[in-house]
């Protein structure tokens, strides 16, 4: 006599909500108001480049992050 193991019900039934974005908005980052770090530094100057902007040199890490959305935008780089 074999046994069934027991259902879970209701889990499957479950679907993710994908109509919010997990990300934070830069501005409400902990660390946000730290200097923007080497790779943001780096990866900025390579898009300013391309877009042939400058980048400032004291941007914390949530201003770099939306600079880089920014100009992701512009040079067609990165997520859209």
């Known amino acids: ?6 259902s879970v019900t ?4 479950q679907t993710p909500d ?13 660390t946000g108001d ?8 780096s ?3 390579t898009l300013a480049r391309e ?6 040199d004291d941007l914390t890490k949530a201003q770099a992050s939306e600079m880089i959305d920014r100009l992701q935008g512009e040079t067609g780089r990165g997520a859209s």
């Open 51 to 56: 877009a042939g902007e400058e980048v400032p």
């Open 10 to 13: 209701g889990m499957s039934d």
């Open 34 to 41: 730290e200097p923007m770090t080497g790779p943001q530094d």
């Open 1 to 6: 006599m074999s046994v069934a193991p027991p």
């Open 43 to 45: 990866y900025l100057h």
């Open 18 to 30: 994908t109509s919010t974005d997990a990300a934070k908005d830069p501005a409400d980052w902990v």
